[in-house]
């Protein structure tokens, strides 16, 4: 036969030795009584509340910032035929798509760029490597590359090929000061040189004071009078300086 679920002070009660005082054993006959009246096996017990977390979201670190950043600006920043000059970037990178060649350099984030002033030129060099594409910088405008395989380096020193001067040329030069007939008649006059400068040559500033009727003593290495004069006059107006100096 089944029996109602008792509450646990009734199970106490049975369980309890028969050795117990009767004062402790009524004591806990009357309080399992008075349980007892109150409990109902079957009635709905009161709801517990059970703890929980509620969801959440990150407010900090990289969970708001998953948005893709700007552009790195990668690609071809000159193009064939170009013209740059030692440092200017040529092509932004990732990884090794394009090959430093003739007259180029590759930094460490595979930035392609110039070393020598010229022109670019993109290529294929198949004695170097099968599958590379490479960019390199030529000196004239219709220069091609890859070079052939033993041909002639290119200068890298900025001059250009000219043919040699014959003979009679030669002897239309001057004698006295190396100049020629044409070149004296233009004594002291502003010409356009390289370096888009204008400004008299050099030879012609040096001789400016004899042109000048300006009389200069001539140095003599052991006259040791003189030496000694500029010196004192050196250390007198230096002197000068720093008792002005004090004074204020």
């Not at 049975?14 to 004062?23: C, F, G, K, Q």
């Amino acid at each position: 036969m089944l029996q109602p679920r008792l509450p646990s002070s009734i199970r106490s009660l049975r369980s309890a030795p028969s050795t117990a005082s009767s004062l402790a054993s009524s004591s806990l006959l009357l309080l399992a009584l008075t349980r007892l009246s109150l409990y109902t096996p079957n009635a709905p017990q009161p709801p517990t509340h059970t703890p929980s977390r509620a969801a959440s979201h990150a407010s900090q670190g990289r969970a708001n910032k998953a948005a893709p950043g700007p552009g790195k600006r990668l690609g071809a920043k000159k193009g064939d035929s170009e013209l740059v000059v030692p440092g200017n970037i040529i092509f932004r990178q990732r990884g090794t798509h394009w090959f430093a060649g003739e007259n180029c350099g590759m930094g460490r984030d595979h930035t392609i760029f110039a070393l020598q002033k010229g022109f670019v030129r993109y290529y294929r060099d198949p004695d170097r490597h099968a599958s590379r594409k490479y960019i390199g910088v030529v000196f004239e405008r219709g220069m091609q590359l890859p070079r052939g395989r033993g041909g002639a380096r290119w200068r890298r020193l900025g001059l250009e090929e000219r043919e040699r001067e014959s003979a009679g040329e030669r002897e239309s030069v001057g004698e006295g000061d190396g100049m020629g007939e044409d070149a004296k008649e233009g004594v002291g006059a502003v010409v356009l040189r390289e370096g888009y400068q204008y400004r008299e040559s050099n030879w012609s500033i040096g001789r400016s004071a004899e042109r000048a009727g300006v009389k200069v003593r001539p140095y003599k290495p052991n006259d040791r009078w003189l030496a000694w004069r500029k010196t004192s006059e050196r250390k007198a107006r230096n002197a000068e300086k720093r008792s002005l100096r004090r004074k204020k």
